[in-house]
């Protein structure tokens, strides 16, 4: 089943964030090179500049196998020593070992995402008042990705996932070639609107990370 690692990293900002940054960013060229399982390895700092500690980190992998993998390989292990021996973080970071949803899948316009000057990246993260009615909402949500796969040329990238860790929290992985295609096209068609109409006495929130780009890769050019 293929997985998406999402994590939410607190440093302590200023050269210890721009070295973590240029670290991942080596590794995302290491796996390019040398690892098909990994699927997108994309490095990510928020919209907010104001907010000038918090990293983030979005992983595709093939199976469980790519991803125990890759955690073995040589420069993991090394930034993970680097970690540990440097005051990098200021806090436990969040990491959301997650199943892409089968059979919604994970889809990318491979060469508008390769070509895309500054992609709008969104993680979304939808909590349910059960994991019976997270399961549930996936009909609907099937409904979302078919409309956007089918019609959305600006949007990009798009994913459903969720974990054994939290079975009523589902979290999307969405990118757009605009803040304002998600927000004016995405968000108001006719698919999303009807998600939120049916399902919204389900929901116990939603949060949405919203972050750029700044190395790595979504798809394998």
């Given at each position: 089943m293929t997985k998406f690692v999402f994590a939410v990293l607190p440093t302590v900002g200023g050269k210890a964030r721009e070295e973590y940054v240029a670290k991942l960013g080596a590794t995302s060229r290491f796996s390019k090179?040398?690892?098909p399982g990994v699927l997108s390895y994309v490095v990510c700092l928020p919209r907010d500049e104001t907010d000038e500690k918090t990293l983030f980190m979005i992983e595709v992998y093939a199976d469980q196998a790519a991803f125990d993998a890759h955690m073995k390989t040589d420069i993991v292990q090394d930034m993970i020593k680097w970690m540990g021996a440097n005051p990098v973080l200021e806090g436990a970071p969040a990491v959301h070992i997650l199943d892409i949803a089968e059979p919604l899948g994970?889809?990318?316009?491979?060469n508008a995402i390769v070509s895309a000057n500054d992609p709008y990246i969104v993680v979304g993260e939808v909590s349910y008042k059960s994991a019976e009615l997270a399961e549930k909402s996936f009909k609907h949500w099937a409904k979302v990705l078919q409309t956007t796969k089918d019609n959305e040329e600006g949007s990009l990238v798009y994913a459903l996932s969720r974990g054994d860790a939290d079975p009523s929290k589902i979290f999307s992985l969405e990118a757009y070639t605009t803040k304002e295609y998600l927000w004016d096209v995405h968000a108001k068609s006719q698919a999303v609107q009807d998600n939120v109409k049916e399902t919204s006495d389900w929901r116990s929130?939603?949060?949405?990370?919203?972050?750029?780009?700044?190395?790595?890769?979504f798809v394998r050019e």
């Open positions: 090179a040398n690892e994970y889809f990318t316009r491979n929130g939603l949060k949405h990370n919203i972050m750029k780009q700044v190395d790595g890769f």
